[in-house]
């Protein structure tokens, strides 16, 4: 159903594609432009097509047959995009983008798959078995040094091993046994295939940080991936598979409160209610699993967070646009931070744009990724901060590997994992 304002005809030539499913959507768009200086792909390739409104007209343009499905051009403008739903912030007239980008891509894919690379990694974190090898050899390779040794090469594979490098925790802290009363819940973590697999030390963090603030965790132990890379990247069957899954699994566990320390996983989670919303088997058991979703920041800042002791150092703090465009999430990750004694905050120019992670896009497109990333390493030298804190792998592992390959001294670290630090200063 078209909206009653929009300019378009209800002409639909590709009728029961999840494109012409979300046509609503695609009508609330009334053109106004406001979304253009929010929209890192149009600020850095300065073209309408690589803007919301003009992948938006785009799309509608599919579904009225006036371009061609399989036409390459809008496939390189929809695969341009970032997914960072910085214009969805920035929208007066509430259009989903992200749900349309995804829609659009489902709808793109299966008329011409993916590129190989982008079909091999969905393959593997669809497995849990090839995740987990292919985790267990990204920490073979970082505790051999092999990705310092490769990190110094140019191109992707440096890249990739720089962003492998940066998966190290960059602080010391000392150990400490987290003791609390739990009586603000239980809470089971969404322990995550990168997190997992790289950033151990933050998921134990994690743990420790909430079992300080009062939460009591629980396991989910038959938890997989959460999907959003599928979902992201148009294939709507692995990510619905991989939500009926973790719906099980987190039933299950009975927790109050399901926490995610990766932004874009817990983006993904909190949708799983529209992910299935056409399976009538799953859909209510998804949306009441979403609704027990939280962010790990937005517990912490709920229970205060305690204060812990003094670490001396000073943070700048980048925020993952799943977090603060996705979930909008804005001021706990501040308050994670507000809670270390000693720590001096400094103000990040330009932190609520993307900085070119992205999910796989940085793999896939990594000559535009390149580009949007470099104003975010200026901002961050001009900050002089030693630290940039944020909550997501991807924007650890870009914004880490950005430093690193630039010869910049500063490094990417978890919010939560500076908290922790803090708390082993007071209970070490
Ligand atoms: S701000 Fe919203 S309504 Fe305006 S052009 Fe962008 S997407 Fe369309
Ligand atoms: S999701 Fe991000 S990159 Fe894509 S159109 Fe919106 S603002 Fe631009």
Request: hydrophobic letters at 40%.
């Amino acid at each position: 159903m078209s909206h009653p304002l929009s300019p378009y005809p209800d002409a639909c030539v590709i009728p029961g594609t999840p494109l012409a499913d979300a046509r609503e959507g695609i009508d609330a768009c009334v053109h106004c432009g406001f979304c253009l200086p929010a929209c890192p792909t149009y600020l850095t390739l300065e073209d309408e097509n690589d803007s919301p409104r003009g992948r938006i007209v785009l799309m509608k343009s599919i579904v009225e047959g006036t371009l061609p499905v399989d036409d390459p051009d809008v496939r390189t403008h929809i695969d341009q995009c970032l997914g960072c739903r910085a214009c969805e912030t920035a929208c007066p007239s509430g259009v989903p983008y992200g749900h349309l980008l995804e829609a659009t891509r489902a709808t793109l894919t299966a008329r011409k798959p993916n590129p190989p690379i982008a079909r091999l990694i969905l393959f593997v974190f669809a497995r849990r078995t090839l995740t987990r090898l292919a985790m267990f050899g990204g920490r073979v390779a970082r505790g051999l040094r092999v990705s310092w040794l490769l990190s110094r090469l140019p191109g992707r594979l440096g890249f990739a091993m720089a962003m492998l490098e940066s998966t190290r925790l960059p602080l010391k802290r000392r150990k400490y046994e987290a003791s609390g009363d739990g009586a603000r819940g239980s809470a089971a973590l969404l322990t995550g295939c990168v997190m997992e697999g790289l950033y151990a030390h933050t998921n134990r963090a994690t743990e420790r940080t909430l079992t300080v603030n009062g939460y009591r965790m629980v396991g989910a132990p038959a938890q997989r991936c959460c999907g959003a890379l599928h979902a992201h990247a148009g294939d709507d069957d692995a990510a619905r598979k991989l939500a009926r899954a973790n719906v099980a699994a987190f039933e299950l566990c009975g927790a109050d409160y399901i926490v995610a320390n990766a932004a874009g996983c817990g983006a993904m989670m909190k949708e799983y209610g529209r992910l299935l919303a056409d399976d009538t088997a799953w859909h209510e058991r998804a949306a009441a699993v979403a609704a027990r979703v939280r962010d790990v920041s937005e517990l912490l800042a709920d229970a205060g967070p305690k204060p812990g002791g003094e670490v001396r150092t000073t943070v700048t703090y980048d925020a993952p646009c799943h977090l603060l465009h996705a979930q909008r999430i804005a001021a706990p990750p501040l308050a994670v931070l507000a809670a270390v004694p000693g720590l001096a905050r400094v103000p990040l120019e330009g932190s609520e744009h993307c900085c070119g992670s992205a999910g796989i896009y940085n793999l896939i497109e990594p000559d535009v990724s390149d580009r949007v990333l470099a104003p975010k390493l200026a901002n961050i030298a001009a900050s002089s901060a030693p630290l940039v804190a944020t909550g997501n792998p991807g924007c650890l592992m870009q914004i880490g590997a950005g430093l690193r390959q630039a010869h910049m001294k500063a490094r990417a670290v978890h919010p939560v994992d500076l908290l922790d630090a803090s708390y082993g200063v007071e209970r070490g």
